[in-house]
């Protein structure tokens, strides 16, 4: 089993930068693709980034040149830098990891809310 915590979300100007955390327990956190979802009211949750065990990065094209999902396996965390804000990026962000030992596991954190207005 794997828990996993967001943090960082707030609310922000456009134009502004945050930088969203998710540490996740557990000893195999190396194992897992990890990545940030969000879903904004009314519509369906949305892939923002993965990245591989090996650090591959992947984004939507929402979030290409204006986010970064990067991991820190010492730690346990994965992080997305977000900046020049819109506030159609306004959202609850999900922290998600895929995969494991034995494979086939997904979990998801709670939630962090991120709201861009002025």
């Known amino acids: 089993q794997v828990q996993l915590v967001e943090s960082g979300g707030g609310l922000v100007q456009p134009g502004g930068s945050l930088r969203l955390s998710c540490a996740a327990s557990?000893?195999?956190?190396?194992?897992?693709?990890m990545g940030w979802y969000r879903q904004a009211p009314g519509k369906q949750r949305e892939l923002v980034a993965t990245?591989?065990?090996?650090?591959?990065?992947n984004y939507a094209d929402s979030g290409k040149g204006r986010f970064t999902i990067s991991r820190d396996n010492a730690k346990n965390t994965v992080y997305l830098q977000m900046n020049s804000l819109k506030p159609e990026d306004t959202a609850v962000y999900y922290c998600?990891?895929?995969?494991?030992?034995?494979?086939?596991?997904?979990?998801w954190g709670q939630g962090t809310q991120v709201t861009v207005s002025s």
């Open positions: 998600n990891a895929r995969g494991g030992l034995p494979a086939g596991n997904n979990y």
């Open positions: 557990g000893s195999d956190f190396r194992f897992y693709v």
């Open positions: 990245i591989t065990t090996t650090g591959s990065a």
